[in-house]
């Protein structure tokens, strides 16, 4: 049962104690220390929001305003998203920021999620019914470097590192690019 609880909560002493008293739903321990980590945020703010802009992103290795559009639209199913502003995706970036979920990575060129929170949000899209949306979000991401890999020829290898980065997350699952046809 320990090892269970450490796999799940990749250590973290507050999503062990969440687990240990969950035992029979791994997923509603991780959920539970999500909400726990994002409580620093104010009532006033909307906590809700804000954690499901994190779990949209919580695939990427890092990300900037650009990522997080279509990792939006795939999130909630919505193409709609894909025709937001940069000023729309930069105030969601900065919302990150600002409560210190994630900072800027000069080496990833990119701002990443804080590591504790990351991994619980990672495991947390794998567990139950998220599967699909994990399945998703990882499709979306792959078509997106894809297509930077194919528009910006200066940094195409980069982008083509992201792009099998989420390919071989897929593959770690049993899937492969077919699935993500319905996307």
Not at 170 to 175: E, I, M, R, S, Y
Request: hydrophobic share 35%; net charge negative; glycine share 4%.
């Amino acid at each position: 049962h320990y090892f269970e609880i450490h796999k799940h909560s990749g250590g973290n002493p507050l999503a062990s104690f969440m687990l240990a008293d969950r035992p029979e739903s791994p997923d509603m321990g991780l959920d539970q220390a999500i909400d726990e980590m994002l409580k620093v945020i104010p009532p006033s703010e909307d906590r809700q929001q804000l954690r499901q802009n994190l779990e949209a992103i919580s695939v990427l290795n890092a990300f900037d305003e650009e990522q997080i559009p279509p990792m939006l639209a795939a999130y909630y199913n919505d193409k709609r998203y894909q025709e937001w502003k940069p000023a729309q995706a930069r105030q969601i970036r900065e919302n990150i920021v600002r409560w210190s979920f994630a900072q800027w990575d000069e080496k990833k060129k990119g701002y990443v999620l804080d590591p504790t929170l990351l991994g619980l949000l990672q495991r947390y899209l794998q567990t139950g019914e998220r599967q699909e949306l994990w399945q998703r979000l990882h499709c979306a991401a792959h078509q997106l470097y894809m297509d930077w890999a194919e528009k910006y020829r200066r940094t195409s290898q980069r982008w083509q590192a992201e792009a099998d980065f989420h390919q071989k997350e897929l593959a770690q699952k049993g899937l492969s690019l077919e699935d993500c046809s319905y996307i």
